[in-house]
């Protein structure tokens, strides 16, 4: 499925993730075999992440980069009309986490607030339908009409500390990207794609669980159904190299997005990543890589970029969008307010 949504902009993206960062070859070295423990570090390139401590949540990691994100835009709480918290581990099970996140913001009731159940392709669908929601609501004179989108998650709760395969790729991390409607923009264009026959390789059975996942089956998938879609993506809008500043895939691991750049044929010096910091940040991975690499983005005042999600559902999308980068927040910690990295 391909698509066009026009006068909506990205006014500005941060990110917060935990204190705790934690070393792979350090933490692990007791629990696994060392040539082992290097192989997979290589394999993976992941070093390090962020993991939330006891009472950490993903929402509060996203309510503290909204916040932030607001105070950098300048943003009074109530000229917000839609908020979408995206995520696979909500605070509860009813009401929407989002509720909870819209009154610790302060955002009045003319507004729209819902949960979106979803992982690595959050950010890709999020933006999709954040956006349609945004072209749906009718303006007020002399108002903007502004919305939020979240993706977090804290993945590190789900993963069992002995399984080899998965204990050390995930990092906790919430993002926000706040957008507006903008007659002089020209939008963005979409595909987004679905297929719950692959429901199971990657699954977890309840909020209590732990995740399972089938690693064959999810790079058989990526380098397969995902590759192919992105480059027909690609042709469908005649998207060329030179007319892309930046690539931005989710960052499921070293080895798969190395695969899906060989593939699809993509410059390396443009693809921009953040796995070997952070690891595998879930629906908050596309964002957070931007905001490691605001220095190099805000080299220009504004940047074409392109990226793709995949993942849990299966689901995958690709999304391009034009981006002024002068709101390109960095990545803070959590227990320094207003710090920066």
């Not at 749906?136 to 804290?154: H, M, Q």
């Not at 923009?185 to 979409?190: I, L, N, V």
């Not at 595998?280 to 805000?298: M, R, V």
Request: net charge negative.
């Amino acid at each position: 499925m391909f698509g066009k949504i026009g006068s909506v902009r990205i006014c500005g993206i941060n990110t917060v993730v935990p204190s705790n960062r934690v070393n792979n070859m350090e933490s692990y070295a007791a629990q696994f075999d060392e040539k082992k423990l290097k192989r997979q570090i290589r394999m993976t390139g992941m070093e390090e992440r962020f993991v939330a401590e006891e009472g950490v949540t993903s929402s509060l990691l996203c309510k503290e980069a909204a916040s932030q994100l607001l105070d950098e835009l300048g943003w009074e709480r109530n000229t917000v009309r839609a908020l979408l918290y995206v995520t696979e581990t909500p605070d509860f099970v009813l009401p929407s986490t989002s509720f909870h996140i819209q009154e610790q913001l302060g955002i009045g009731e003319d507004c729209v607030v819902y949960d979106m159940n979803l992982g690595c392709s959050g950010w890709i669908v999020g933006m999709q339908t954040i956006s349609s929601i945004m072209r749906g609501i009718e303006p007020e004179e002399g108002k903007p009409v502004r919305a939020l989108l979240l993706t977090g998650s804290i993945s590190t709760s789900h993963v069992a500390a002995d399984d080899f395969a998965t204990a050390m790729l995930f990092g906790d991390a919430g993002a926000a990207t706040a957008l507006e409607m903008s007659a002089s923009d020209a939008g963005f264009r979409y595909m987004q794609k679905s297929d719950g026959t692959g429901y199971q390789h990657i699954f977890m059975e309840s909020l209590e669980g732990s995740v399972q996942m089938n690693g064959p089956a999810v790079f058989e998938f990526t380098i397969n159904q995902v590759v192919d879609s992105v480059r027909k993506f690609m042709e469908h809008f005649q998207i060329k190299d030179e007319n892309v500043d930046f690539y931005v895939f989710h960052q499921a691991q070293k080895f798969i997005v190395d695969n899906m750049v060989e593939l699809l044929g993509c410059p390396s010096e443009k693809v921009i990543s953040s796995y070997a910091s952070y690891g595998n940040t879930a629906a908050a991975a596309i964002p957070l890589t931007i905001c490691f690499h605001k220095d190099t983005l805000q080299e220009k005042d504004r940047v074409s970029m392109m990226a793709a999600g995949f993942g849990v559902g299966l689901s995958w999308g690709a999304f391009t969008f034009e981006l002024d980068t002068d709101h390109i927040m960095g990545i803070s910690l959590l227990e320094r307010e207003g710090g920066r990295r």
